[in-house]
């Protein structure tokens, strides 16, 4: 089915995702995996092989090829590769278009450069201890105060939150109107009152960096905001969908990779005398699980080209993350079974994609608000 989305062009980056990961990523993840984070360089490495910034104009340092099936085929290969502790679709396709899209031309002189080269990474702030899909919940505050923005609070799960050099920071700016008085204010490295909590210890993607994020009395200056003052929530209403197609991107290629392992493991692991794939209720379930990941497949391809063709909507964003993602799990969960007790061993690589694929149906938006949002889509 790629055919009919990818052309020469996207193999050929294929081909370049491919060598990189096996050149540069895939022999020390075990060693991330252990030591909770990725080293820094492979940002740098990434940056200079043209896999950080696909999207952002060549003036800049980036690719310049407005074109998500780039994101979605790295995507795909670092799933493949089993290099689940990169952080670049984080940064490419969820942090680049507030970086390209709502900001200055001054901001993207200041930041693209680095985004593009891998000495900036990035991160976004949205998850507090008190608040995860309910953006009015949030309690951090930033309040003018003359050419700076003061703030306060702490956020939490932040995806490459100990790397980051530059984080997209959600605040209330004006707390009496709830989620319409959110803004976005990036805050870099080094400022005062910005601190790093604890590098949290997850269930899965062990070698990405998770960690707390803290401001107390953080001093950011004014034309740290981007896009418009109060208007946060809006701008990302309008990136969400984005970042839910690289979700579903992620989980497919998750899914196939899983039913690729498991079928290899039925056709030569034998009990009574035969493969376990010729037992009918084992044969079934993998006829089962293939057409499934073959329909989220095709729907995932197609949301792809939809969001190329501006046409994405949130709804079909949201039935793409959470059935995806959801057949992820499921796929993960029978794979392991399949396995017998071999699946439970880490040494096996469906052992790691199991701890790696619970996650899913979490971030981005739970399974839970997915359907809210198709159900309101749907007049209820």
């Given at each position: ?43 740098r ?17 980036g ?72 953006l009015?919940?949030?309690?951090t ?64 993607l ?26 946060g ?17 992620a ?84 794979c ?33 608000i ?8 749907l007049?209820?």
């Amino acid at each position: 089915m790629e055919q009919h989305l990818y052309e020469p062009v996207h193999q050929e980056f294929r081909d370049l995702c491919r060598q990189f990961l096996a050149r540069e990523a895939v022999p020390h993840h075990d060693r991330w995996e252990a030591d909770g984070i990725v080293d820094r360089e492979v940002w740098r490495k990434a940056g200079a092989a043209g896999l950080l910034g696909m999207d952002v104009d060549p003036e800049h340092g980036g690719g310049g090829q407005r074109d998500f099936r780039f994101n979605a085929v790295l995507d795909e290969e670092i799933i493949t590769a089993g290099c689940t502790g990169l952080g670049f679709g984080l940064h490419n396709d969820v942090v680049a278009p507030y970086l390209t899209e709502l900001t200055t031309d001054d901001q993207r002189k200041r930041w693209l450069p680095g985004f593009c080269s891998g000495d900036l990474v990035t991160a976004i702030a949205m998850s507090e201890p008190g608040a995860g899909s309910d953006l009015a919940g949030i309690r951090t505050s930033a309040v003018r105060d003359g050419d700076s923005w003061v703030l306060n609070g702490q956020k939490t799960f932040i995806t490459n939150g100990e790397l980051a050099d530059l984080v997209v920071v959600v605040a209330k700016t004006a707390p009496d109107q709830g989620a319409h008085g959110v803004s976005l204010i990036v805050v870099e490295t080094g400022t005062p009152g910005f601190g790093r909590g604890r590098r949290l210890a997850k269930v899965g993607l062990k070698a990405n960096d998770t960690a707390e994020l803290f401001f107390d009395d953080c001093r950011v200056p004014a034309e740290n905001l981007i896009g418009t003052e109060n208007h946060g929530f809006y701008h990302l209403m309008a990136n969400l969908p984005r970042e839910r197609l690289s979700i579903a991107v992620a989980a497919v290629a998750a899914a196939e990779k899983l039913l690729a392992l498991t079928l290899d493991y039925a056709r030569s692991r034998e009990a009574f005398g035969r493969p376990i794939g010729r037992f009918q209720h084992n044969r079934f379930l993998l006829a089962e699980l293939d057409t499934e990941v073959t329909i989220a497949r095709t729907f995932v391809n197609h949301c792809v080209a939809e969001y190329n063709a501006g046409r994405l909507s949130v709804t079909d964003a949201a039935k793409a993350k959470w059935w995806t993602t959801e057949l992820q799990n499921k796929v993960a969960d029978r794979c392991v079974q399949l396995h017998g007790g071999y699946g439970f061993m880490l040494e096996y690589p469906v052992a790691k994609a199991w701890l790696d694929s619970r996650v899913q149906t979490i971030y981005g938006g739970t399974t839970e608000i997915m359907k809210e949002i198709i159900g309101r889509g749907l007049g209820l």
